[in-house]
């Protein structure tokens, strides 16, 4: 893919991350972790190795900029969410091929990686550092369970309608 069309992407799919992160306050922005999932999975499939990390890094530095009390955290974990979705995509070889993608494959990796980001945030703001205005709850194992189960869900979700969506219609795009 020729480096401007990788740059067009990553800034189209991170502006996506951007918004989703700006016009929607923190807790609520949790919850839309299913958008993100979509796009990082598009990105790794459009652009290839780097794809998710890249909008990752982008949208989660522009979403910092928006949210500058929290933008470490915010930067920190859009950034890793990018590169799990990557290694994740790599391990699970989700790779697109002529006929598309293995829609098992990809559902496994966004589920394991939006399970993993969505513990590891709850994990590092509820229980580390007691962030009270992010997470007014406190840290049970039934919350925790809930947190691996809604964010997996999500994944499964984001990996079935990047699948449906790269096979049904965006395969066949020329890049």
Same mark, same amino acid.
């Given at each position: 893919?020729?480096?401007?069309?990788?740059?067009?992407?990553?800034?189209? &799919?991170?502006?996506?991350? =951007?918004?989703?992160? +700006? !016009?929607?306050?923190?807790?609520?922005?949790? %919850?839309?972790? $299913?958008? #993100?999932?979509?796009?990082?999975?598009?990105?790794?499939?459009?652009?290839?190795?780097?794809?998710?990390?890249?909008?990752?890094?982008?949208?989660?530095?522009?979403?910092?900029?928006?949210?500058?009390? &929290?933008?470490?955290?915010? =930067?920190?974990?859009? +950034? !890793?969410?990018?590169?799990?979705?990557?290694? %994740?995509?790599? $391990?699970? #070889?989700?790779?697109?091929?002529?006929?598309?993608?293995?829609?098992?494959?990809?559902?496994?990796?966004?589920?394991?990686?939006?399970?993993?980001?969505?513990?590891?945030?709850?994990?590092?703001?509820?229980?580390?550092?007691?962030?009270?205005?992010?997470?007014?709850?406190?840290?049970?194992?039934?919350?925790?369970?809930?947190?691996?189960?809604?964010?997996?869900?999500?994944?499964?979700?984001?990996?079935?309608?990047?699948?449906?969506?790269?096979?049904?219609?965006?395969?066949?795009?020329?890049?």
């Amino acid at each position: 893919m020729h480096k401007a069309k990788r740059l067009f992407i990553t800034a189209l &799919f991170s502006s996506i991350v =951007f918004v989703t992160n +700006f !016009f929607v306050p923190p807790p609520i922005s949790s %919850l839309l972790i $299913v958008v #993100q999932a979509v796009v990082l999975a598009l990105a790794a499939l459009f652009v290839g190795k780097a794809g998710a990390t890249y909008v990752g890094f982008v949208g989660g530095f522009l979403s910092a900029l928006s949210r500058p009390t &929290f933008g470490p955290f915010t =930067f920190a974990f859009t +950034f !890793f969410f990018g590169f799990l979705v990557d290694a %994740l995509f790599l $391990v699970f #070889q989700a790779a697109p091929t002529e006929k598309g993608v293995n829609r098992n494959r990809v559902i496994l990796a966004m589920a394991a990686s939006t399970a993993i980001i969505g513990f590891l945030s709850y994990y590092m703001i509820a229980v580390i550092l007691k962030i009270p205005e992010l997470t007014p709850l406190e840290y049970t194992p039934m919350m925790s369970a809930l947190v691996i189960f809604v964010a997996t869900g999500s994944g499964i979700s984001a990996g079935y309608a990047a699948a449906y969506l790269w096979n049904k219609y965006l395969k066949s795009i020329p890049l």
